[in-house]
């Protein structure tokens, strides 16, 4: 059973930094590209990133120059580092994976002063 599970968001000034974490389990982690999404109140889901398998990396317009995403696979966990957080990326963000339609729960950022 593939179980996707996000911590890490907290409330954040802007400017600050924040790295989120998906613990991944149920899948050989290793063999799939994993992408972070992110949903802000009233809006729909907008992608952020995706890692791929070969550790190649793309960004969503938004985040590009701030986020850096990773991931390591002998922990089956992937990463976004968050930096020059701004209100806008107030949001839940979740990670998927390309093999199938589990999410997972998502973790709350909010940057506000």
């Known amino acids: 059973q593939v179980q996707l599970v996000e911590s890490g968001g907290d409330l954040v000034q802007p400017g600050g930094s924040l790295t989120l974490s998906c613990a991944a389990s149920?899948?050989?982690?290793?063999?799939?590209?994993m992408s972070w999404f992110r949903q802000a109140p009233g809006k729909g889901d907008e992608w952020v990133s995706t890692?791929?398998?070969?550790?190649?990396?793309r960004y969503g317009q938004a985040v590009k120059g701030r986020f850096t995403t990773s991931r390591d696979n002998a922990k089956n966990i992937l990463y976004l580092q968050m930096d020059s957080l701004k209100p806008e990326d107030t949001a839940v963000y979740y990670c998927k994976w390309t093999g199938g339609p589990t999410r997972g729960r998502g973790t709350q950022v909010t940057v506000s002063s």
């Open positions: 890692i791929d398998s070969d550790l190649k990396t």
């Open positions: 149920g899948f050989t982690f290793s063999l799939y590209a």
